[in-house]
């Protein structure tokens, strides 16, 4: 079955530590694996993606096919970065839909 | 260039009641998807419409159901409301059918008393 775990329901750590956002998918084929954040009042939106292998706001997240993961790393987090974050796969066709994770709230100590 | 939105952004309705939520997509966009967004299961997706198809639903019972017409907009409709309704509706459009990259509106709140 398709599927996107994210383990941690809630994160926290203090400004200037390093900062992983765990996600795991089960997908028969190649799907493409996205990252969207919500911040507080404001609209989910799109933060990365796998296949354009950028890296924005300082997060950056490597595909492991292997591992079946796509982790979100940042190196020093940082206040404004506190937010719900999803991990999002989207098939390799387009019959069928993005599956969306459960989301990690992310909380940045001063 | 207008993002996606949503109307209205707040409804409060009793149980029994329907509503009918509305998408304006972005200009351009053909696919349209609906989600449900509460803190006790994350975001569950509804369905998908693209070109005035719907070409994904999810496990949600018939009483939630959608179209799309031909300018893209969409409408989301909940009949014989409950409770449980109560939840974040939200609407994401992209250019291609899946609903990958999508945008998405700010959402309607809908409250059931």
């Known amino acids: 079955a398709q599927r996107v775990t994210q383990p941690e329901k809630l994160l926290s750590v203090f400004k200037g530590a390093p900062v992983e956002l765990k996600c795991n998918y089960s997908?028969?084929?190649?799907?493409?694996l996205f990252w969207y954040v919500q911040y507080s009042r404001q609209r989910l939106q799109l933060l990365l993606r796998?296949?354009s292998r950028e890296s924005i706001k300082g997060f950056t997240a490597d595909l492991n096919k292997g591992e079946t993961s796509f982790h979100l790393k940042k190196p020093f987090a940082q206040e404004e970065d506190s937010a719900m974050y999803y991990c999002?796969?989207?098939?390799?066709?387009?019959?069928?839909?993005?599956?969306f994770g459960p989301g990690t709230s992310l909380s940045v100590i001063p | 260039k207008a993002g996606v939105t949503q109307t209205p952004r707040y409804l409060i309705k009793t149980r029994g009641q329907q509503v009918t939520l509305s998408c304006s997509p972005i200009?351009?966009?053909?696919?349209v998807s609906w989600y449900q967004q509460t803190p006790g299961q994350g975001l569950q997706f509804l369905f998908e419409?693209?070109?005035?198809?719907?070409?994904n639903k999810g496990n949600f019972p018939g009483r939630f159901s959608g179209r799309q017409f031909s300018n893209s907009r969409s409408e989301m409709n909940v009949s014989t409301l409950e409770l449980g309704d109560s939840a974040l509706y939200l609407c994401?459009?992209?250019?291609?059918?899946?609903?990958?990259?999508?945008?998405f509106g700010q959402g309607t709140r809908l409250t059931v008393v």
């Open positions: 200009s351009g966009h053909r696919s």
């Open positions: 419409y693209f070109s005035e198809t719907q070409r």
């Open positions: 994401a459009s992209s250019r291609s059918a899946g609903g990958a990259f999508a945008f």
């Open positions: 796998h296949i």
């Open positions: 999002a796969l989207s098939p390799e066709t387009s019959y069928d839909k993005v599956i």
């Open positions: 997908y028969s084929g190649s799907p493409e």
